[in-house]
């Protein structure tokens, strides 16, 4: 875990056990880590909080046994209790500042951002990463904003600084333009949980991030 890069990798890979057909957040890590996976972020709304920490406990032990970085999605607590390396939170959240006094200097925090003012404020409070999204239209998550579209990628990629993240509706078929824009970090959930071979679904869409790069 490094805060001064958090996203060294190309694939974030995020939880989402209600579209995996029908196999558990673990068995999903499992072959996410297989694959070659850096970064894992634990996101689960509805469960309730036991079951979240002892699937966190395990997560925990997988991906620091394989030099993983985990994040835990909005769960301050939950990220402290089982030492993660982060903790991801959203605009509606406790802020960022008072984030960092709880979790101290080591941990990473990445936020969501969905505006050139939420990226710049997002630097200006200290995050180590932001996520920029929606790029397209998802309907993972519940209550989320309209699609930002490429444009604020576009802003990003020229104008911030620190590390970020793509997130939201991107696929197989559509990470061809999100590469073209500047994107090194892509955030990927149904795509890659609902895939019958998630091996075979990360290598292909590795390819294909792999063959633009080569091109610049």
Known sequence: MNRKNPLPTDLYCI?????????????IVKQWIAAGIKIIQYREKDKDMKKKYEECKIIRELTKEADVTFIVNDDIDLAMMVQADGVHIGQDDLPLEA???LVGDQMIIGISTHSPEQAQGAV???ADYIGVGPIFKTSTKKNVCDPVGL???KYVVDNIAIPFVAIGGIKESNVIEVVHCGAKCIAMVTEITQAQDIGKKINGI????KGIEEKK
């Open 15 to 27: 939880t989402a056990e209600d579209y995996s057909l029908g196999r558990s957040n673990i068995e």
């Open 151 to 153: 444009e604020y990628l």
């Open 99 to 101: 984030v960092r006094q």
């Open 206 to 209: 590795r390819k294909i991030i």
């Open 124 to 126: 200006k409070a200290g």
